[in-house]
């Protein structure tokens, strides 16, 4: 037992060990989650996932066997705009060369599916998930169920009419994987640290609103560059902090009406982004600063410094990124940056006691 502010006692207790074996699992199906985002964003980056064109839950578990397999599925996908407008002339085996990315992409999915239900089953069948739980776990998997229906409608997008699955059905496929990821983290961070230590200066509360809404503005920045992949709209205009020697693109509004640009005019899209990612910079070391000045717990006071120190190394990477044209290995390591801040913030929201009466 140890003493908050004002003398009154207060418990640092710790997770149960059941508890701990399910945050466990929880975080192991957060973290392929996490792989996941990466497979994605090489099966977008390598222009690889419009390849297979059958959407088989079971079936499309095993790959083509055989030549005539192959041929089969690459008549397919000679049908498609992208093969006609972009590819065409493409060999069989540079096909497999895209086929491979998006093959893993979908078995990884699969794999999540099953990690996740192998584990809720078990510990089920053990008795050992407490009731209120079960309610969190079941949303968890009708979520994960539907995020699948989503990547495929999002990959149907690309069959008719255009050579890339629409901007929009990839950003909201993006936002709904952060959504299913920041769901399971928050579970089971709240299961490893289930009583935070209270802090003993009292403006803390005003910390866990401004990191709510810092996370917010994460998932913003996050859904813009959504969109700026969804658009290639990183492969122009590399050059940092101008855009071509101006500060605001001259086509920033060519298209009419003008909100349309925020989400189709590839020189807005990437202008919005820009300007997001440095006001969530600038937000992280505001946040940072002020929370420095607080009589925080130590566990606090760390996840406050990781934060600041994610923004920083992902504000780095982006600029890296836009400068080096999107090269492979600073595009995915530029979105698993976005990923690594948003929990650092779901971490750091953790750290703090939900109520004042926690405290007691």
Do not use: C
């Not at 508890?19 to 964003?41: E, K, N, P, S």
């Not at 497999?96 to 192998?118: C, D, N, Q």
């Not at 189709?264 to 600063?289: D, G, K, M, P, Y």
């Amino acid at each position: 037992m140890s003493t908050a502010a004002g003398g009154r006692p207060y418990s640092l207790s710790k997770p149960e060990p059941t508890d701990r074996h399910i945050a466990i699992w929880l975080l192991t199906t957060a973290g392929m989650i996490f792989v996941m985002a990466l497979i994605g964003a090489i099966t977008r980056l390598t222009e690889s996932g419009l390849s297979i064109m059958e959407w088989a839950p079971i079936s499309g578990v095993l790959p083509p066997f055989g030549t005539a397999e192959w041929e089969r599925i690459f008549a397919i996908y000679k049908t498609t705009p992208e093969y006609l407008e972009v590819n065409r002339g493409m060999t069989l085996d540079e096909f497999k060369s895209i086929y491979w990315w998006e093959y893993v992409h979908r078995l990884w999915g699969r794999l999540i599916g099953v990690v996740f239900l192998a584990g809720f089953g078990w510990f089920l069948i053990k008795g050992q998930v407490r009731s209120e739980l079960k309610p969190h776990f079941v949303t968890m998997f009708v979520l994960g169920a539907l995020q699948g229906l989503l990547g495929w409608i999002m990959v149907e997008s690309g069959f008719a009419g255009r050579t890339d699955v629409s901007q929009y059905r990839l950003t909201a496929h993006l936002l709904a994987a952060l959504a299913i990821y920041g769901y399971i983290f928050w579970v089971a961070a709240g299961l490893l640290r289930p009583r935070p230590r209270p802090s003993a200066d009292p403006r803390w509360p005003g910390l866990k609103g401004q990191l709510a809404v810092f996370g917010a503005l994460i998932v913003l920045t996050i859904a813009s560059g959504g969109f700026v992949a969804g658009l290639d709209a990183g492969f122009i205009y590399n050059t940092f902090p101008k855009m071509e020697g101006a500060w605001i693109p001259a086509d920033y509004a060519e298209i009419s009406p003008f909100y349309v640009n925020l989400f189709e005019n590839i020189a807005a899209v990437q202008f919005n982004h820009r300007v997001l990612a440095l006001i969530t910079v600038v937000a992280a070391l505001a946040i940072w600063v002020w929370g420095r000045r607080l009589s925080l717990a130590p566990e606090a006071r760390g996840a406050l410094d990781l934060v600041a120190l994610v923004a920083l190394a992902q504000a780095g990477l982006g600029v890296a990124t836009l400068l080096y044209v999107v090269a492979l290995p600073l595009a995915v390591l530029h979105q698993a940056g976005a990923i690594a801040l948003l929990t650092a913030v779901l971490w750091a929201i953790r750290q703090l006691p939900n109520s004042a009466s926690e405290a007691v």
